[in-house]
């Protein structure tokens, strides 16, 4: 795959800004935030499932102490890798905080004693309490694996929030008037000059997919542009699937109608941004949104 000259500069330009724009201070406290965040949970986890010899009530009041239970399996799963295990699991439910379905807890919770980390919770297999120690010891570890990954999120989302917000203004800058957001399941349902924020497209196959900026031109035509922050390239790779799965959606069901954008920041590969363009997505850029409000103007 070849990556085009202005590919490769502005992905190049990207990083350096990323870079220049990182702040120790910053990150020191978005660290502190995650450690005290993750005890927290870890604490209630441990909590509702009388340290960890009920997981089964602990998940039947919270799907979210997953995310504590994942940590301390040998070795710890991903999502998706525990998914495979247990077909039955909601992963939405980690996220939700929903309580899991009762008919699906007891293989959950089944395949999570299969795979805990014995050695990290030694009380399990005398059936006893554990040790302040022992406890202190458990909460520790899943602290440091969980918070790297929820420092990074963080910063990414507080990222993405402004780079969304960059484009609002710059869009309201330009006299377009911004709706509430409702499902785009008709052609006209973005008028011209109109925009939305976080909304959804329906989508002929699977569920609506979400869309962080709707933007309505002439004759029913819309553009839907997700906004991109990367902490890293292979980070990048996950960001740049998500849109191109999203883009192939949308023109199965809408055709031409909808056009697919990425507004992207951040350590981003220029292959990745390649694949962008070779699949049709526009691009553009956080650092260069006069390209961006030219685009649009064109088109209004």
């Known amino acids: 795959m070849a990556v085009t000259e202005e590919n490769r500069k502005n992905a190049e330009y990207a990083r350096k800004l990323y870079i220049e724009g990182a702040d120790p201070h910053g990150a020191a406290i978005d660290w502190a935030a995650s450690l005290a965040e993750i005890r927290l949970k870890v604490v209630a986890a441990l909590a509702a499932s009388q340290d960890l010899r009920d997981l089964r009530s602990a998940l039947e009041a919270d799907g979210g102490h997953m995310l504590v239970f994942r940590h301390l399996l040998a070795p710890p799963k991903s999502q998706d890798q525990f ?5 039955e699991w909601s992963k939405g439910s980690e996220k939700s905080g929903r309580p899991q379905k009762p008919d699906a807890v007891q293989s959950v919770s089944g395949v999570l004693s299969q795979w805990m980390d014995k050695k990290i919770a030694p009380w399990l297999a005398v059936n006893r309490e554990p040790t302040e ?17 929820l420092t990074e999120t963080q910063k990414r989302n507080r990222l993405s929030a402004e780079q969304e917000n960059a484009v609002v203004e710059r869009l309201r800058s330009l006299g377009w008037t911004q709706l509430p957001s ?43 542009m997700e906004c991109k922050v990367t902490n890293d390239a292979t980070n990048s790779v996950k960001r740049v699937n998500d849109v191109l799965k999203k883009a192939a959606a949308w023109k199965a069901h809408w055709g031409s109608f909808v056009e697919t954008a990425a507004l ?19 691009v553009f850029w956080s650092h260069d949104l006069d390209v961006f409000e030219a685009w649009v103007r064109g088109r209004a």
């Open 83 to 87: 998914k495979l295990l247990c077909d």
């Open 133 to 149: 120690m022992e406890r202190e010891l458990l909460i520790e570890r899943v602290i440091s694996f969980i918070a790297p990954k």
């Open 182 to 224: 409702v499902t785009i399941d008709t052609r006209a349902a973005v008028p011209p000059k109109h925009f939305m924020n976080r909304t959804r497209f329906a989508t002929a196959t699977t569920t609506a997919q979400e869309v962080d900026i709707a933007c309505g031109f002439a004759a029913s035509y819309v553009a839907a």
């Open 264 to 282: 992207l920041q951040g350590v981003i590969k220029p292959e990745d941004v390649q694949r962008l363009t070779d699949e049709g997505v526009k």
